[in-house]
């Protein structure tokens, strides 16, 4: 299997926009997105290998929709503990938690 990388992200700890992360079958976390604390949107979806979301520890608010969907072997929604705020919808659907 491709194990996909997101490195080159590490240094950037806010977006605009926001984040879309989709059909990356390699993909086991999003640790380079550690430094984020804030972004527009996130939407994570289709990556089937994605174990957990630790690398999104430090978030603290989503100015916008948030969609974690079909994720069969995403261990629990941890990462996102320090998350404050989310000023739209929330879509958590397929996840093997």
């Known amino acids: 299997m491709l194990q996909i990388s997101l490195d080159?992200?590490?240094y950037i700890?806010?977006?605009?926009?926001?984040?879309?992360?989709?059909s990356n079958k390699g993909l086991r976390n999003v640790d380079e997105l550690t430094p984020i604390s804030d972004f527009a949107f996130l939407h994570l979806s289709a990556n089937p290998a994605l174990q957990?979301?630790?690398g999104l520890r430090f978030v603290k608010s989503n100015r916008g929709r948030m969609t974690i969907t079909d994720h069969r072997v995403l261990e629990s929604l941890g990462g996102l503990r320090s998350l404050e705020r989310i000023d739209r919808v929330v879509n958590l659907e397929g996840c093997g938690m």
């Open 13 to 22: 700890t806010q977006f605009d926009g926001g984040i879309r992360i989709s």
């Open 52 to 54: 957990h979301l630790e």
């Open 8 to 10: 080159g992200l590490q």
